[in-house]
């Protein structure tokens, strides 16, 4: 074991980061540092992680059913079809983060995204190019 890792009450070494939460726990187990790709899947990643800025992971993680419902699953072409009228429900929605920069800029992002689909672009594709290659 190291500095950052340690054994659990289940017997299992992880890193210490996830705490005793179980929530955390299982995102660590099960999705931390698991590739995703595809353009849904990686913009909501992008989204969350811009409403992560300032705050804790695990504040985002806490409330990720409830931005999913109000960001329509994160269907990219669904999110940009969000107008300033939902702009003003979700600033209301107790389920996610109400920061209206951070609302605004993901609806923005949903329709650079699909710009860059429209020139045969993907953003998973893009974001994965900057990945090392994979050692064999």
């Known amino acids: 074991m190291s500095d950052f890792t340690r054994k659990y009450e289940d017997g299992v070494t992880r890193c210490k980061w996830p ?13 931390w540092g698991v590739p995703r790709f595809g353009d849904d899947e990686m ?3 992008i989204s969350l992680e811009g409403f992560q800025a300032g705050l804790s992971w695990i ?7 409830g931005f999913r419902k109000a960001f329509k699953n994160f269907e ?15 600033m209301l929605n107790e389920g996610i983060i109400r920061n209206r920069a951070k609302i605004v800029s993901t609806i923005k992002n949903a ?12 953003i998973s594709d893009i974001v994965w ?6 050692k064999m």
């Open 111 to 122: 329709n650079l995204v699909l710009e860059l689909q429209k020139q045969g672009e993907s």
């Open 76 to 90: 990219v072409k669904k999110v940009a079809k969000l107008t300033e009228l939902d702009v003003e429900k979700l």
């Open 59 to 65: 504040t985002i993680l806490k409330r990720r059913e």
């Open 19 to 31: 705490g005793k939460d179980a929530q955390y726990i299982e995102y660590h187990d099960q999705e």
């Open 43 to 45: 913009f909501e990643r």
């Open 129 to 134: 190019s900057f990945a090392p290659p994979a």
